[in-house]
């Protein structure tokens, strides 16, 4: 028997007028287990136990930023007359490539500065990267957002799906792919592959690389499902393009590099 529930609250506490939203708890959990798993595989490659936290004072708002002003830039015509929603982040509206940009960026600024690898330092934290998105996309599944097109319930339990994703897939009376699950357990496949390829030793560089190829691979086939994309012109999606462009680009990248590069640095070396 179908046991159809209401869909949950996004929001996780009230205390007095602050409303504390599942979106922002559940990106900040992923950003604190990020920062574990990364800084446990810094410290074994020989960086300084605060050299993480250091980056990531800057990294995280940056970011946050950065993926807000993304968003509202291409969503410009709807923030002009609506200026006052700007701020609002915890209704949603961050996106991912924004923060991708404005978080490296910072830790290129960041490493220069300190003098260290910008490559070693993103090789490291590559997996933390995929485990935040992996944890991040259940913020979306909580706003009921970042969802694909009209199924049915039928479909849905298909899928093998319980109850309470089920039920937050119907919006409105009419249930949606959860493309939100799609992305996440692709990320999740991402960061398994990643922490295995550390065993292979790449060249220095590598392991970022293929992050960005195995992210911006799925990025471009579960954009093309959802409904809430940011639009370039026409029809062209945004996150599409840039998924294309950044595959290619990367992937010429680990082929000149390993064709003139002839005893290259690898992951594993100080």
Same mark, same amino acid.
Do not use: C
């Given at each position: ?17 602050i409303?504390?939203?599942?979106y922002?708890? +559940?990106? /900040? ?11 446990r ?27 807000? =002003?993304? #968003? ?11 200026p ?8 949603g ?10 978080? %490296? &960026? *910072? /830790?290129?600024? %960041?490493? @220069? ?21 992996? +944890? ?15 199924v049915? @319930? ?5 899928? %093998? =799906? ?6 937050q ?24 592959? =990643? &922490? ?14 293929? #992050? +960005? ?12 499902? @959802? ?16 998924? &294309? ?12 590099? @390993?064709? *003139? ?10």
């Amino acid at each position: 028997m179908n046991l159809l529930l209401e869909a949950i609250n996004p929001i996780a506490i009230s205390i007095g007028p602050i409303a504390v939203r599942w979106y922002g708890v +559940i990106i /900040a959990f992923g950003i604190v287990l990020a920062f574990i798993v990364a800084q446990r595989e810094m410290v074994k490659r020989s960086f300084h136990q605060d050299f993480l936290t250091d980056l990531l004072i800057w990294a995280v708002p940056l970011a946050i930023l950065g993926a807000r =002003l993304y #968003y509202v830039l291409f969503k410009w015509e709807y923030y002009a007359e609506n200026p006052s929603k700007i701020l609002q982040v915890w209704e949603g509206g961050l996106a991912i490539h924004g923060a991708l940009i404005a978080s %490296f &960026i *910072t /830790a290129y600024v %960041f490493t @220069r500065k300190r003098n260290k690898s910008f490559l070693k330092v993103a090789d490291i934290v590559a997996p933390s990267l995929l485990i935040g998105q992996t +944890i991040g996309r259940w913020g979306n599944f909580m706003n009921q957002e970042a969802h694909g097109g009209e199924v049915s @319930r039928s479909f849905l339990e298909n899928m %093998f =799906l319980p109850d309470w994703i089920i039920n937050q897939m119907r919006i409105d009376g009419i249930y949606y792919h959860p493309t939100f699950l799609y992305e996440s357990l692709w990320n999740f496949a991402g960061v398994v592959l =990643l &922490i295995l390829l550390r065993r292979v030793n790449l060249m220095r560089g590598e392991m970022f690389l293929f #992050y +960005i190829i195995w992210y911006s691979l799925g990025r471009f086939f579960i954009e093309g499902m @959802r409904t809430d994309s940011l639009y370039l012109i026409g029809d062209l999606r945004t996150a599409q393009v840039i998924s &294309i462009v950044a595959i290619v680009v990367a992937i010429i990248l680990v082929v000149y590099r @390993r064709v *003139t590069i002839k005893k290259p640095v690898r992951y594993k070396d100080a």
